[in-house]
């Protein structure tokens, strides 16, 4: 399993939570999401069915900001 880092802006709430779970959940592959707003980073865990580019656009288009 390959694992990818992010730190992240515009990450404020439960809700905003919920939101980048959710989108990074219907990506195939992915097999780990750890979100942490109070650090503002997102830890996500991915199978040879999904890259890091397409966990990218998934987490900006969700309104986060990555550092």
């Keep these: 399993m390959n694992k990818v880092h992010y730190n992240v802006t515009r990450l404020q709430n439960t809700e905003m939570k919920t939101q980048v779970k959710n989108a990074l959940s219907g990506l195939p592959g992915i ?25 990218r656009q998934c987490i900006e288009q969700t309104g986060c900001k990555i550092e």
């Design 31 to 55: 097999k780990m999401i750890n979100i942490d707003i109070g650090r503002g980073s997102i830890e996500v865990g991915f199978g040879d069915k999904t890259d890091e580019y397409s966990i």
